[in-house]
Nanobody, 131 residues
Framework: VQLETSGGGSVQAGGSLEVSCLAS????????VGWFRKTQGQDLEGLAA???????????SVAGQFTITKANAASRPALIITLQMNNLQPDDTAMYLC??????????????????????WGQGIQVTVSS
């Protein structure tokens, strides 16, 4: 599985941004894709995940603020997994990463699966929120 991230950038507090993950190379019809973020000195924080059936799971800290969606890419056999982030605050400043795992789903997951359960990772993309 190959993951290409895009989006992110800088915004003032209260603003919105989105980060996207172009996911290709799935060989299983079942998979999940998750978004994580990392700040210096802290562990990876799972934010949201979506699976091939469209199930979603959110961390309590971002539920209602972030929305994860998936769509077919227009120009190639790939999926675009987008994390829409609203009402961003300075403590949302972090490196955001997407990850994917095949032959699995979000069935029975109330929160996003943790990072060790993902084997494919995209490059991080910076989100900076200024006050």
């Amino acid at each position: 599985v190959q993951l290409e991230t895009s989006g992110g950038g800088s915004v003032q507090a209260g603003g919105s941004l989105e980060v996207s993950c172009l996911a290709s190379g799935f060989t299983s019809k079942y998979f999940r894709v998750g978004w994580f973020r990392k700040t210096q000195g802290q562990d990876l924080e799972g934010l949201a995940a979506i699976d091939s059936e469209g199930r979603t799971a959110y961390a309590g800290s971002v539920a209602g603020q972030f929305t994860i969606t998936k769509a077919n890419a227009a120009s190639r056999p790939a999926l675009i997994i987008t994390l829409q982030m609203n009402n961003l605050q300075p403590d949302d400043t972090a490196m955001y990463l997407c990850a994917a795992e095949q032959s699995t789903s979000l069935l029975n997951w109330d929160e996003p699966p943790p990072s060790p359960l993902y084997s494919a990772w995209g490059q991080g993309i910076q989100v900076t929120v200024s006050s």
